[in-house]
């Protein structure tokens, strides 16, 4: 098997309840009661699409438009807004995972970049069609900030799969 530049060593299969403790955790980052911040980077979007380029099989788009349903019903806004918004974002990042981990990491928060703007700017529309106020211009910092999170949360979640040094000289894997 042909390994992609980005990645210097194998990794463990991942544990399909660390990939839902990640989920929830990041659910629960998402609502805490900080009030309306539209600078705040929105770390659920930023962990579906860790998990949809890492376990595309794992977390996809019908997961990502349960827990678009689930915020939307948090935040008291348009039902389907979030559900959109994340439905598209995960379809994207599953689209483009196979390019997107050829990448080193800084990279790939430049390559994600866009994908955040994207579905801002689509959240943006669903709001002002549906005749909500322009929360302003500091929206835009958002997709700025998960995109600078993207290393962090890579390393982050990345850790428990990665092995430990093994010094025996007999299995190189």
Do not use: K
């Not at 805490?32 to 996809?60: E, T």
């Not at 700025?144 to 850790?159: D, F, K």
């Amino acid at each position: 098997m042909i390994m992609p530049r980005g990645s210097d060593q194998l990794l463990l299969p991942v544990n399909p309840l660390f990939i839902a403790f990640t989920l929830a955790f990041a659910l629960a980052l998402n609502m805490l009661p900080l009030g309306r911040q539209p600078a705040m980077p929105d770390m659920l979007a930023l962990a579906l699409v860790f998990w949809n380029v890492h376990q595309p099989r794992r977390v996809g788009v019908g997961l990502a438009f349960v827990f678009g349903l689930l915020m939307d019903v948090h935040q008291g806004a348009l039902l389907g807004q979030h559900a959109l918004a994340y439905t598209v974002l995960s379809f994207v990042a599953i689209t483009i995972h196979r390019r997107l981990l050829w990448f080193g990491v800084a990279l790939q928060a430049l390559q994600i970049l866009p994908l955040f703007f994207g579905v801002q700017l689509l959240s943006l529309a669903v709001r002002m069609i549906a005749g909500g106020m322009f929360p302003g211009w500091w929206m835009l910092a958002a997709p700025l900030g998960q995109a600078l999170l993207w290393p962090v949360v890579t390393v982050l979640l990345l850790a428990p799969q990665r092995r430990a040094p093994d010094p025996d000289q007999n299995r190189p894997l």
